[in-house]
């Protein structure tokens, strides 16, 4: 059985993505493929379980069968690295990850471990990736953004780590480089592997559209909560525009799949943003969604007109300040029912990744 583990130098150097794309490219090779997360952080409940949201994602999208439990053994939550510095058994946490690859490796015929950050992550449990990789004897893809010479050292040093536990590092994935420097940072970068004796696997050109939030993680990310039109939640989000200005000055903001952020008392503004949807007063005017700021309600019967709009509103009870805040610092995952994300995901992997090369090392 071969094993392969995806680790990246940094936090959302695109691992998830690459990961998903690689799960749906490489089981047209290897139809008994199986995935894992040893270790995980971002977690959710799911089937009497709290289970890390990668592995949600993998299982309903490439319809794996194996245990929720299983594909994560270990869910690092609040609490659980003071509780383990304290009085944590190392030797109890590695044979449940053991326990769990056996079972779920079983008649694979390649196991895809993903990882939790840079090599160096979960040592302060003595779970780092580069121990978790030694200890299921996987081969190592790293995964790093787009550049010259931070991605290189940062490179350099996860590798140190690896070679350190005596994990062989395959190569690596170059992600999100910017259309318009990609051949000048694929030539040069390429180069400058070589000469450090890594393999370049590919180089991924950044991809917009996956960056793009829908209102549900908005809301999740703002805590607000859903004033109207819930049924338009998988709306995405391109344009964030907080209008705390005049009308007729808000509205030259206005591009397509905006958001916008907005005092609940402004019903100028409110008014303006919802004539302007029903009206399509231009073709680049569309609205993904409104959140209401400071816990406030506009008069009733602005109301009523709100809930006819075809996109959601919310309420947030944060001032405008705190709302923007918490929506600028959110997360944006991909999610089982983003089917268009999905398929960007595989694609680039399938058309920027050397997968016989890759297959041909591991």
Do not use: W
């Not at 559209?209 to 039109?229: C, R």
């Amino acid at each position: 059985m071969k094993k392969l583990f995806v680790a990246a130098t940094r936090q959302n150097d695109g691992k998830s993505t690459l990961c998903l794309g690689l799960l749906q490219a490489l089981r047209k090779t290897f139809p008994e493929i199986g995935f894992m997360k040893p270790v995980g952080q971002h977690y959710i409940k799911r089937e009497g379980y709290e289970i890390d949201e990668d592995v949600s994602l993998m299982k309903d999208v490439c319809r794996v069968k194996d245990n929720l439990a299983d594909m994560n053994p270990i869910v690092v939550k609040k609490g659980f690295t003071e509780e383990y510095i304290q009085r944590g058994d190392k030797e109890e946490l590695i044979q449940k990850i053991q326990g769990a690859f056996e079972r779920i490796s079983e008649n694979k015929e390649l196991m895809l471990i993903e990882g939790t950050g840079h090599a160096g992550v979960g040592a302060v449990i003595d779970l780092s990736n580069a121990s978790v990789a030694k200890l299921l004897g996987a081969k190592v893809l790293l995964v790093s953004i787009g550049g010259i010479g931070r991605p290189i050292d940062e490179i350099m040093i996860n590798k140190a780590l690896f070679d350190k536990e005596g994990v062989e590092v395959l190569g690596v994935v170059i992600n999100k480089v910017l259309p318009d420097k990609y051949e000048k940072i694929k030539k040069i970068t390429e180069r400058g592997l070589e000469k450090k004796g890594i393999r370049l696997f590919g180089v991924i050109p950044f991809r917009k559209s996956l960056t793009y939030p829908t209102m549900e993680q908005i809301q999740g990310a703002s805590g607000a909560k859903i004033l109207y039109g819930e049924e338009y939640l998988n709306k995405k989000v391109d344009n964030i525009l907080v209008a705390a200005m005049e009308p007729y000055h808000a509205l030259e903001y206005i591009l397509p799949h905006s958001l916008i952020i907005v005092p609940g008392d402004r019903e100028d503004i409110i008014l303006a943003v919802i004539a302007g949807s029903k009206l399509e007063i231009e073709d680049g005017f569309e609205i993904s969604g409104m959140v209401l700021s400071g816990g406030l309600k506009p008069h009733q019967r602005i109301l009523k007109l709100m809930k006819n709009c075809n996109f959601p509103i919310l309420i947030s009870d944060g001032d405008t300040y705190t709302t923007t805040k918490r929506i600028h610092g959110r997360r944006v995952k991909i999610r089982s029912s983003d089917e268009d994300k999905i398929k960007d995901a595989e694609e680039l992997i399938s058309q920027y990744v050397n997968l016989k090369e890759l297959i041909r090392q591991i």
